[in-house]
Structure formats: structure tokens, C-alpha cells
């Protein structure tokens, strides 16, 4: 099987509502998806959903990366996904979303050439994964509302919740929902980078009175010698890396200094599913789990996170959401959704299909 083209389609979609979170307020999804041919007749498809205060990159860079992509593509076997990664980090460092779109693209190739779902080819371990929920920055009181709608109309078990502006505001924020949702409703936290180390240390410790499990990225994305230092300081919350873990390299660092208790893999960032089972490979061989996260993806990315997470035990969180905030979403299949409850479909590769 050789690659014969690929066309690139850029795609923007408006959120139902401005999500608020550390470092910006976004309102609309902007993505790159990519239809790649082959010989066989086989069409895979990838996305790449860059943010660039995470990535460094932008739709109009990551348009132009993938135009130099494709050259080096054409002739290539989507199998041969070693392969594509050395073309790709041969022309060009970082870019994780670029590298993401032509990574998905391959493991659907190589699902729909095999007649599997990617998840089987990742590992297999489930096809079932229980979701989590976020809820943006806003009045405490308005979260707390929020977040009993979402626990009792939509049945959703586990709320990932934004803070790192007022440490003070957010632990008022964490008291009001858990008041709102009741004890047995697991939560987290993320502060995007948003504490200084003190800062963080004084939110922690209130967060814990209201059984918050984890916290996610206190502090700037190259302090991982602060992260270390405050996980040795709290005892009863998990502390879990996101923006400073992008590839593989990142991931031996933070266990090598004891920065984590839980890895954020976000295909993004990482470069797809190749280099994101390498750092789930190193974590687990470290004693540490893994989350899988989301950019503001369509549900092709969506269905690729979800397949890792099912695929391999270590992976045990699933922060995969963001679809659900779109005014109108391009792509269809992929998996069943029942309240938390994501369900992959036993269908060749991604199984998804939109109109390119």
C-alpha cells in the first residue's frame, strides 16, 4: 500500500458559549483535516487542532508544515508509521498538531487496510471509557450550578474544573460544587499554569477539605522542579502534568524528578499516537498513570484520544470533551455516547466520516 495524496481542508465552528480558562478566553474551534489517499483505494483521516499558547502553532503554520509534509508522504506506506515520524521530525522540530493530523491519518489507514478499530491495533484492553465533564472559569456560584446540571441531567460521575486566576476564588468555587454535587462525585482541577508555587501550595491544601482528587498543571510549563517540590509538600491530592509534557523526552523528566503522579497526554501536543504511547510506555514503567486530554478537536482527534484510552490500561482518565461544546460538529461515528459512558464502534479504523 503507497500514500498517492493528500488534501487539506481547514475548518472553523463557533462554541455555543466563550470558554474561559487561565490564560484565555476561547470561542470558537479552528482545525485542520486531512484526507490521505492510497493505491488500494483506502482514504484515511486526520486532524490537527493547534492552540498556540500550548503548541506554538497556528492553522495558517500548520497548513503550510503539511504542504511539506505531503511531499514526503507520496510514495510512503502508512504501516511503516516509524517511518513517517523520522520523515516528519527530519523537516521539522515541534509541531505536534502537524504531526498529529498525519499520524491519525495513518493508523485509520492501516485499521480500515486491516479491517480492525484503531484501539485494537494500540492494545485493545476495552472499548469502553468512562468520560469526565470541564467546567470553564466563571462565578463560583455560577459552577456550582453548573455542575449539579451536569451531574444530574447528564449523568456525567467525574468534573474536571478550571481555576489558577484567584486561588482564594477557586477554593470557594470547589466548596460550592461539592456542596452542590454531593460526596460521591469525583473531582479535579486545573490551573493551566495559572499559580506561583506558593500560590498553588495554599490552593491545594483548601482544595483538599473538599475532596478534590488531583490537580492539574499549577505552575508554568518548565517549572517541573516546582511541580516536584509541591508534590512532596501535599499529601491526598495527585498532582498531574499537561503543558510541560510534550513528547517523550518530557515524560522521563518528570518521573526522573518525581514532578507527577499522572501524565496529560494530549495528541497535540505529542505528535499523535506513535509518540503517545512512548510516553504512556515510560510512565507506566515509572509507577505513573496517564490521563488522555483534548485541544478543541472535531470527533475524529476525539475518537483517536478515546481508542488510546482503551487501548492500554495505564491510561486510566479520559479528559476527552470538547466536541460537546461545538454549535455544530462536521463528523460523525466514531463512538456511542451514554451519559459518561463512551462506547468506541468495532469499525475499521476510526470509523468516522465527514465531508471534506
Not at 518521573?255 to 499516537?273: P, S
Not at 456511542?336 to 475499521?348: G, S
Request: with cysteine; glycine share 10%.
Amino acid at each position: 500500500m503507497k500514500i498517492t495524496g493528500m488534501k487539506i481542508e481547514k475548518v472553523q465552528i463557533p462554541l455555543k458559549e466563550p470558554f474561559k480558562v487561565a490564560f484565555t478566553v476561547v470561542n470558537y474551534l479552528e482545525s485542520v483535516l486531512i484526507q490521505v489517499t492510497t493505491d488500494e483505494g483506502y482514504v484515511g483521516y486526520g486532524e490537527a487542532a493547534p492552540f498556540a499558547p500550548v503548541t506554538g502553532e497556528t492553522v495558517d503554520g500548520v497548513i503550510a508544515v503539511l504542504e511539506i509534509f505531503k511531499q514526503g508522504l507520496i510514495g510512503m506506506n502508512p504501516v511503516d508509521i516509524e517511518a513517517v515520524h523520522g520523515m516528519m521530525d527530519g523537516v521539522i522540530v515541534g509541531n505536534g498538531a502537524a504531526k498529529c493530523a498525519v499520524d491519525l491519518a495513518m493508523y485509520d489507514l492501516m485499521g480500515k487496510s486491516m479491517g480492525q478499530p484503531v484501539y485494537k491495533l494500540l492494545g485493545g484492553f476495552s472499548n469502553v471509557v468512562q468520560n469526565d465533564i470541564t467546567i470553564g472559569i466563571g462565578a463560583p456560584e455560577a459552577m456550582a450550578a453548573e455542575a449539579k446540571r451536569l451531574v444530574t441531567e447528564e449523568g456525567y460521575h467525574i468534573l474536571k474544573i478550571k481555576a489558577g486566576i484567584n486561588y482564594k476564588e477557586d477554593i470557594r468555587a470547589m466548596k460550592l460544587i461539592r456542596e452542590a454535587v454531593g460526596p460521591d462525585i469525583r473531582l479535579r482541577a486545573d490551573a493551566n499554569q495559572g499559580y506561583t508555587v506558593s500560590d498553588a501550595a495554599c490552593a491545594l491544601e483548601g482544595f483538599r477539605e473538599f475532596g478534590i482528587e488531583a490537580v492539574e498543571q499549577c505552575l508554568p510549563h518548565w517549572d517541573m522542579e516546582g511541580s516536584a517540590f509541591i508534590r512532596s509538600k501535599v499529601n491526598g491530592i495527585q498532582i498531574m502534568l499537561d503543558e510541560s509534557i510534550h513528547g517523550p523526552v518530557d515524560a522521563a523528566r518528570a518521573c526522573r524528578i518525581g514532578a507527577a503522579d499522572i501524565l496529560n497526554i494530549k495528541l497535540m501536543k505529542c505528535g499523535g499516537l506513535y509518540p503517545a504511547t512512548k510516553i504512556n510506555a515510560i510512565a507506566e514503567a515509572n509507577g505513573v498513570t496517564c490521563m488522555v486530554g483534548c485541544m478543541l478537536e472535531t470527533k475524529l482527534a476525539i475518537t483517536a484520544g478515546l481508542s488510546l484510552v482503551a487501548a492500554k490500561k495505564n491510561v486510566t482518565e479520559a479528559d476527552c470533551d470538547s466536541f460537546l461544546y461545538y454549535r455544530e460538529n462536521p463528523v460523525e461515528g466514531g463512538f456511542i455516547q451514554k451519559n459518561d459512558t463512551f462506547t468506541l464502534l468495532d469499525e475499521p479504523g476510526f470509523g468516522v466520516n465527514f465531508n471534506m
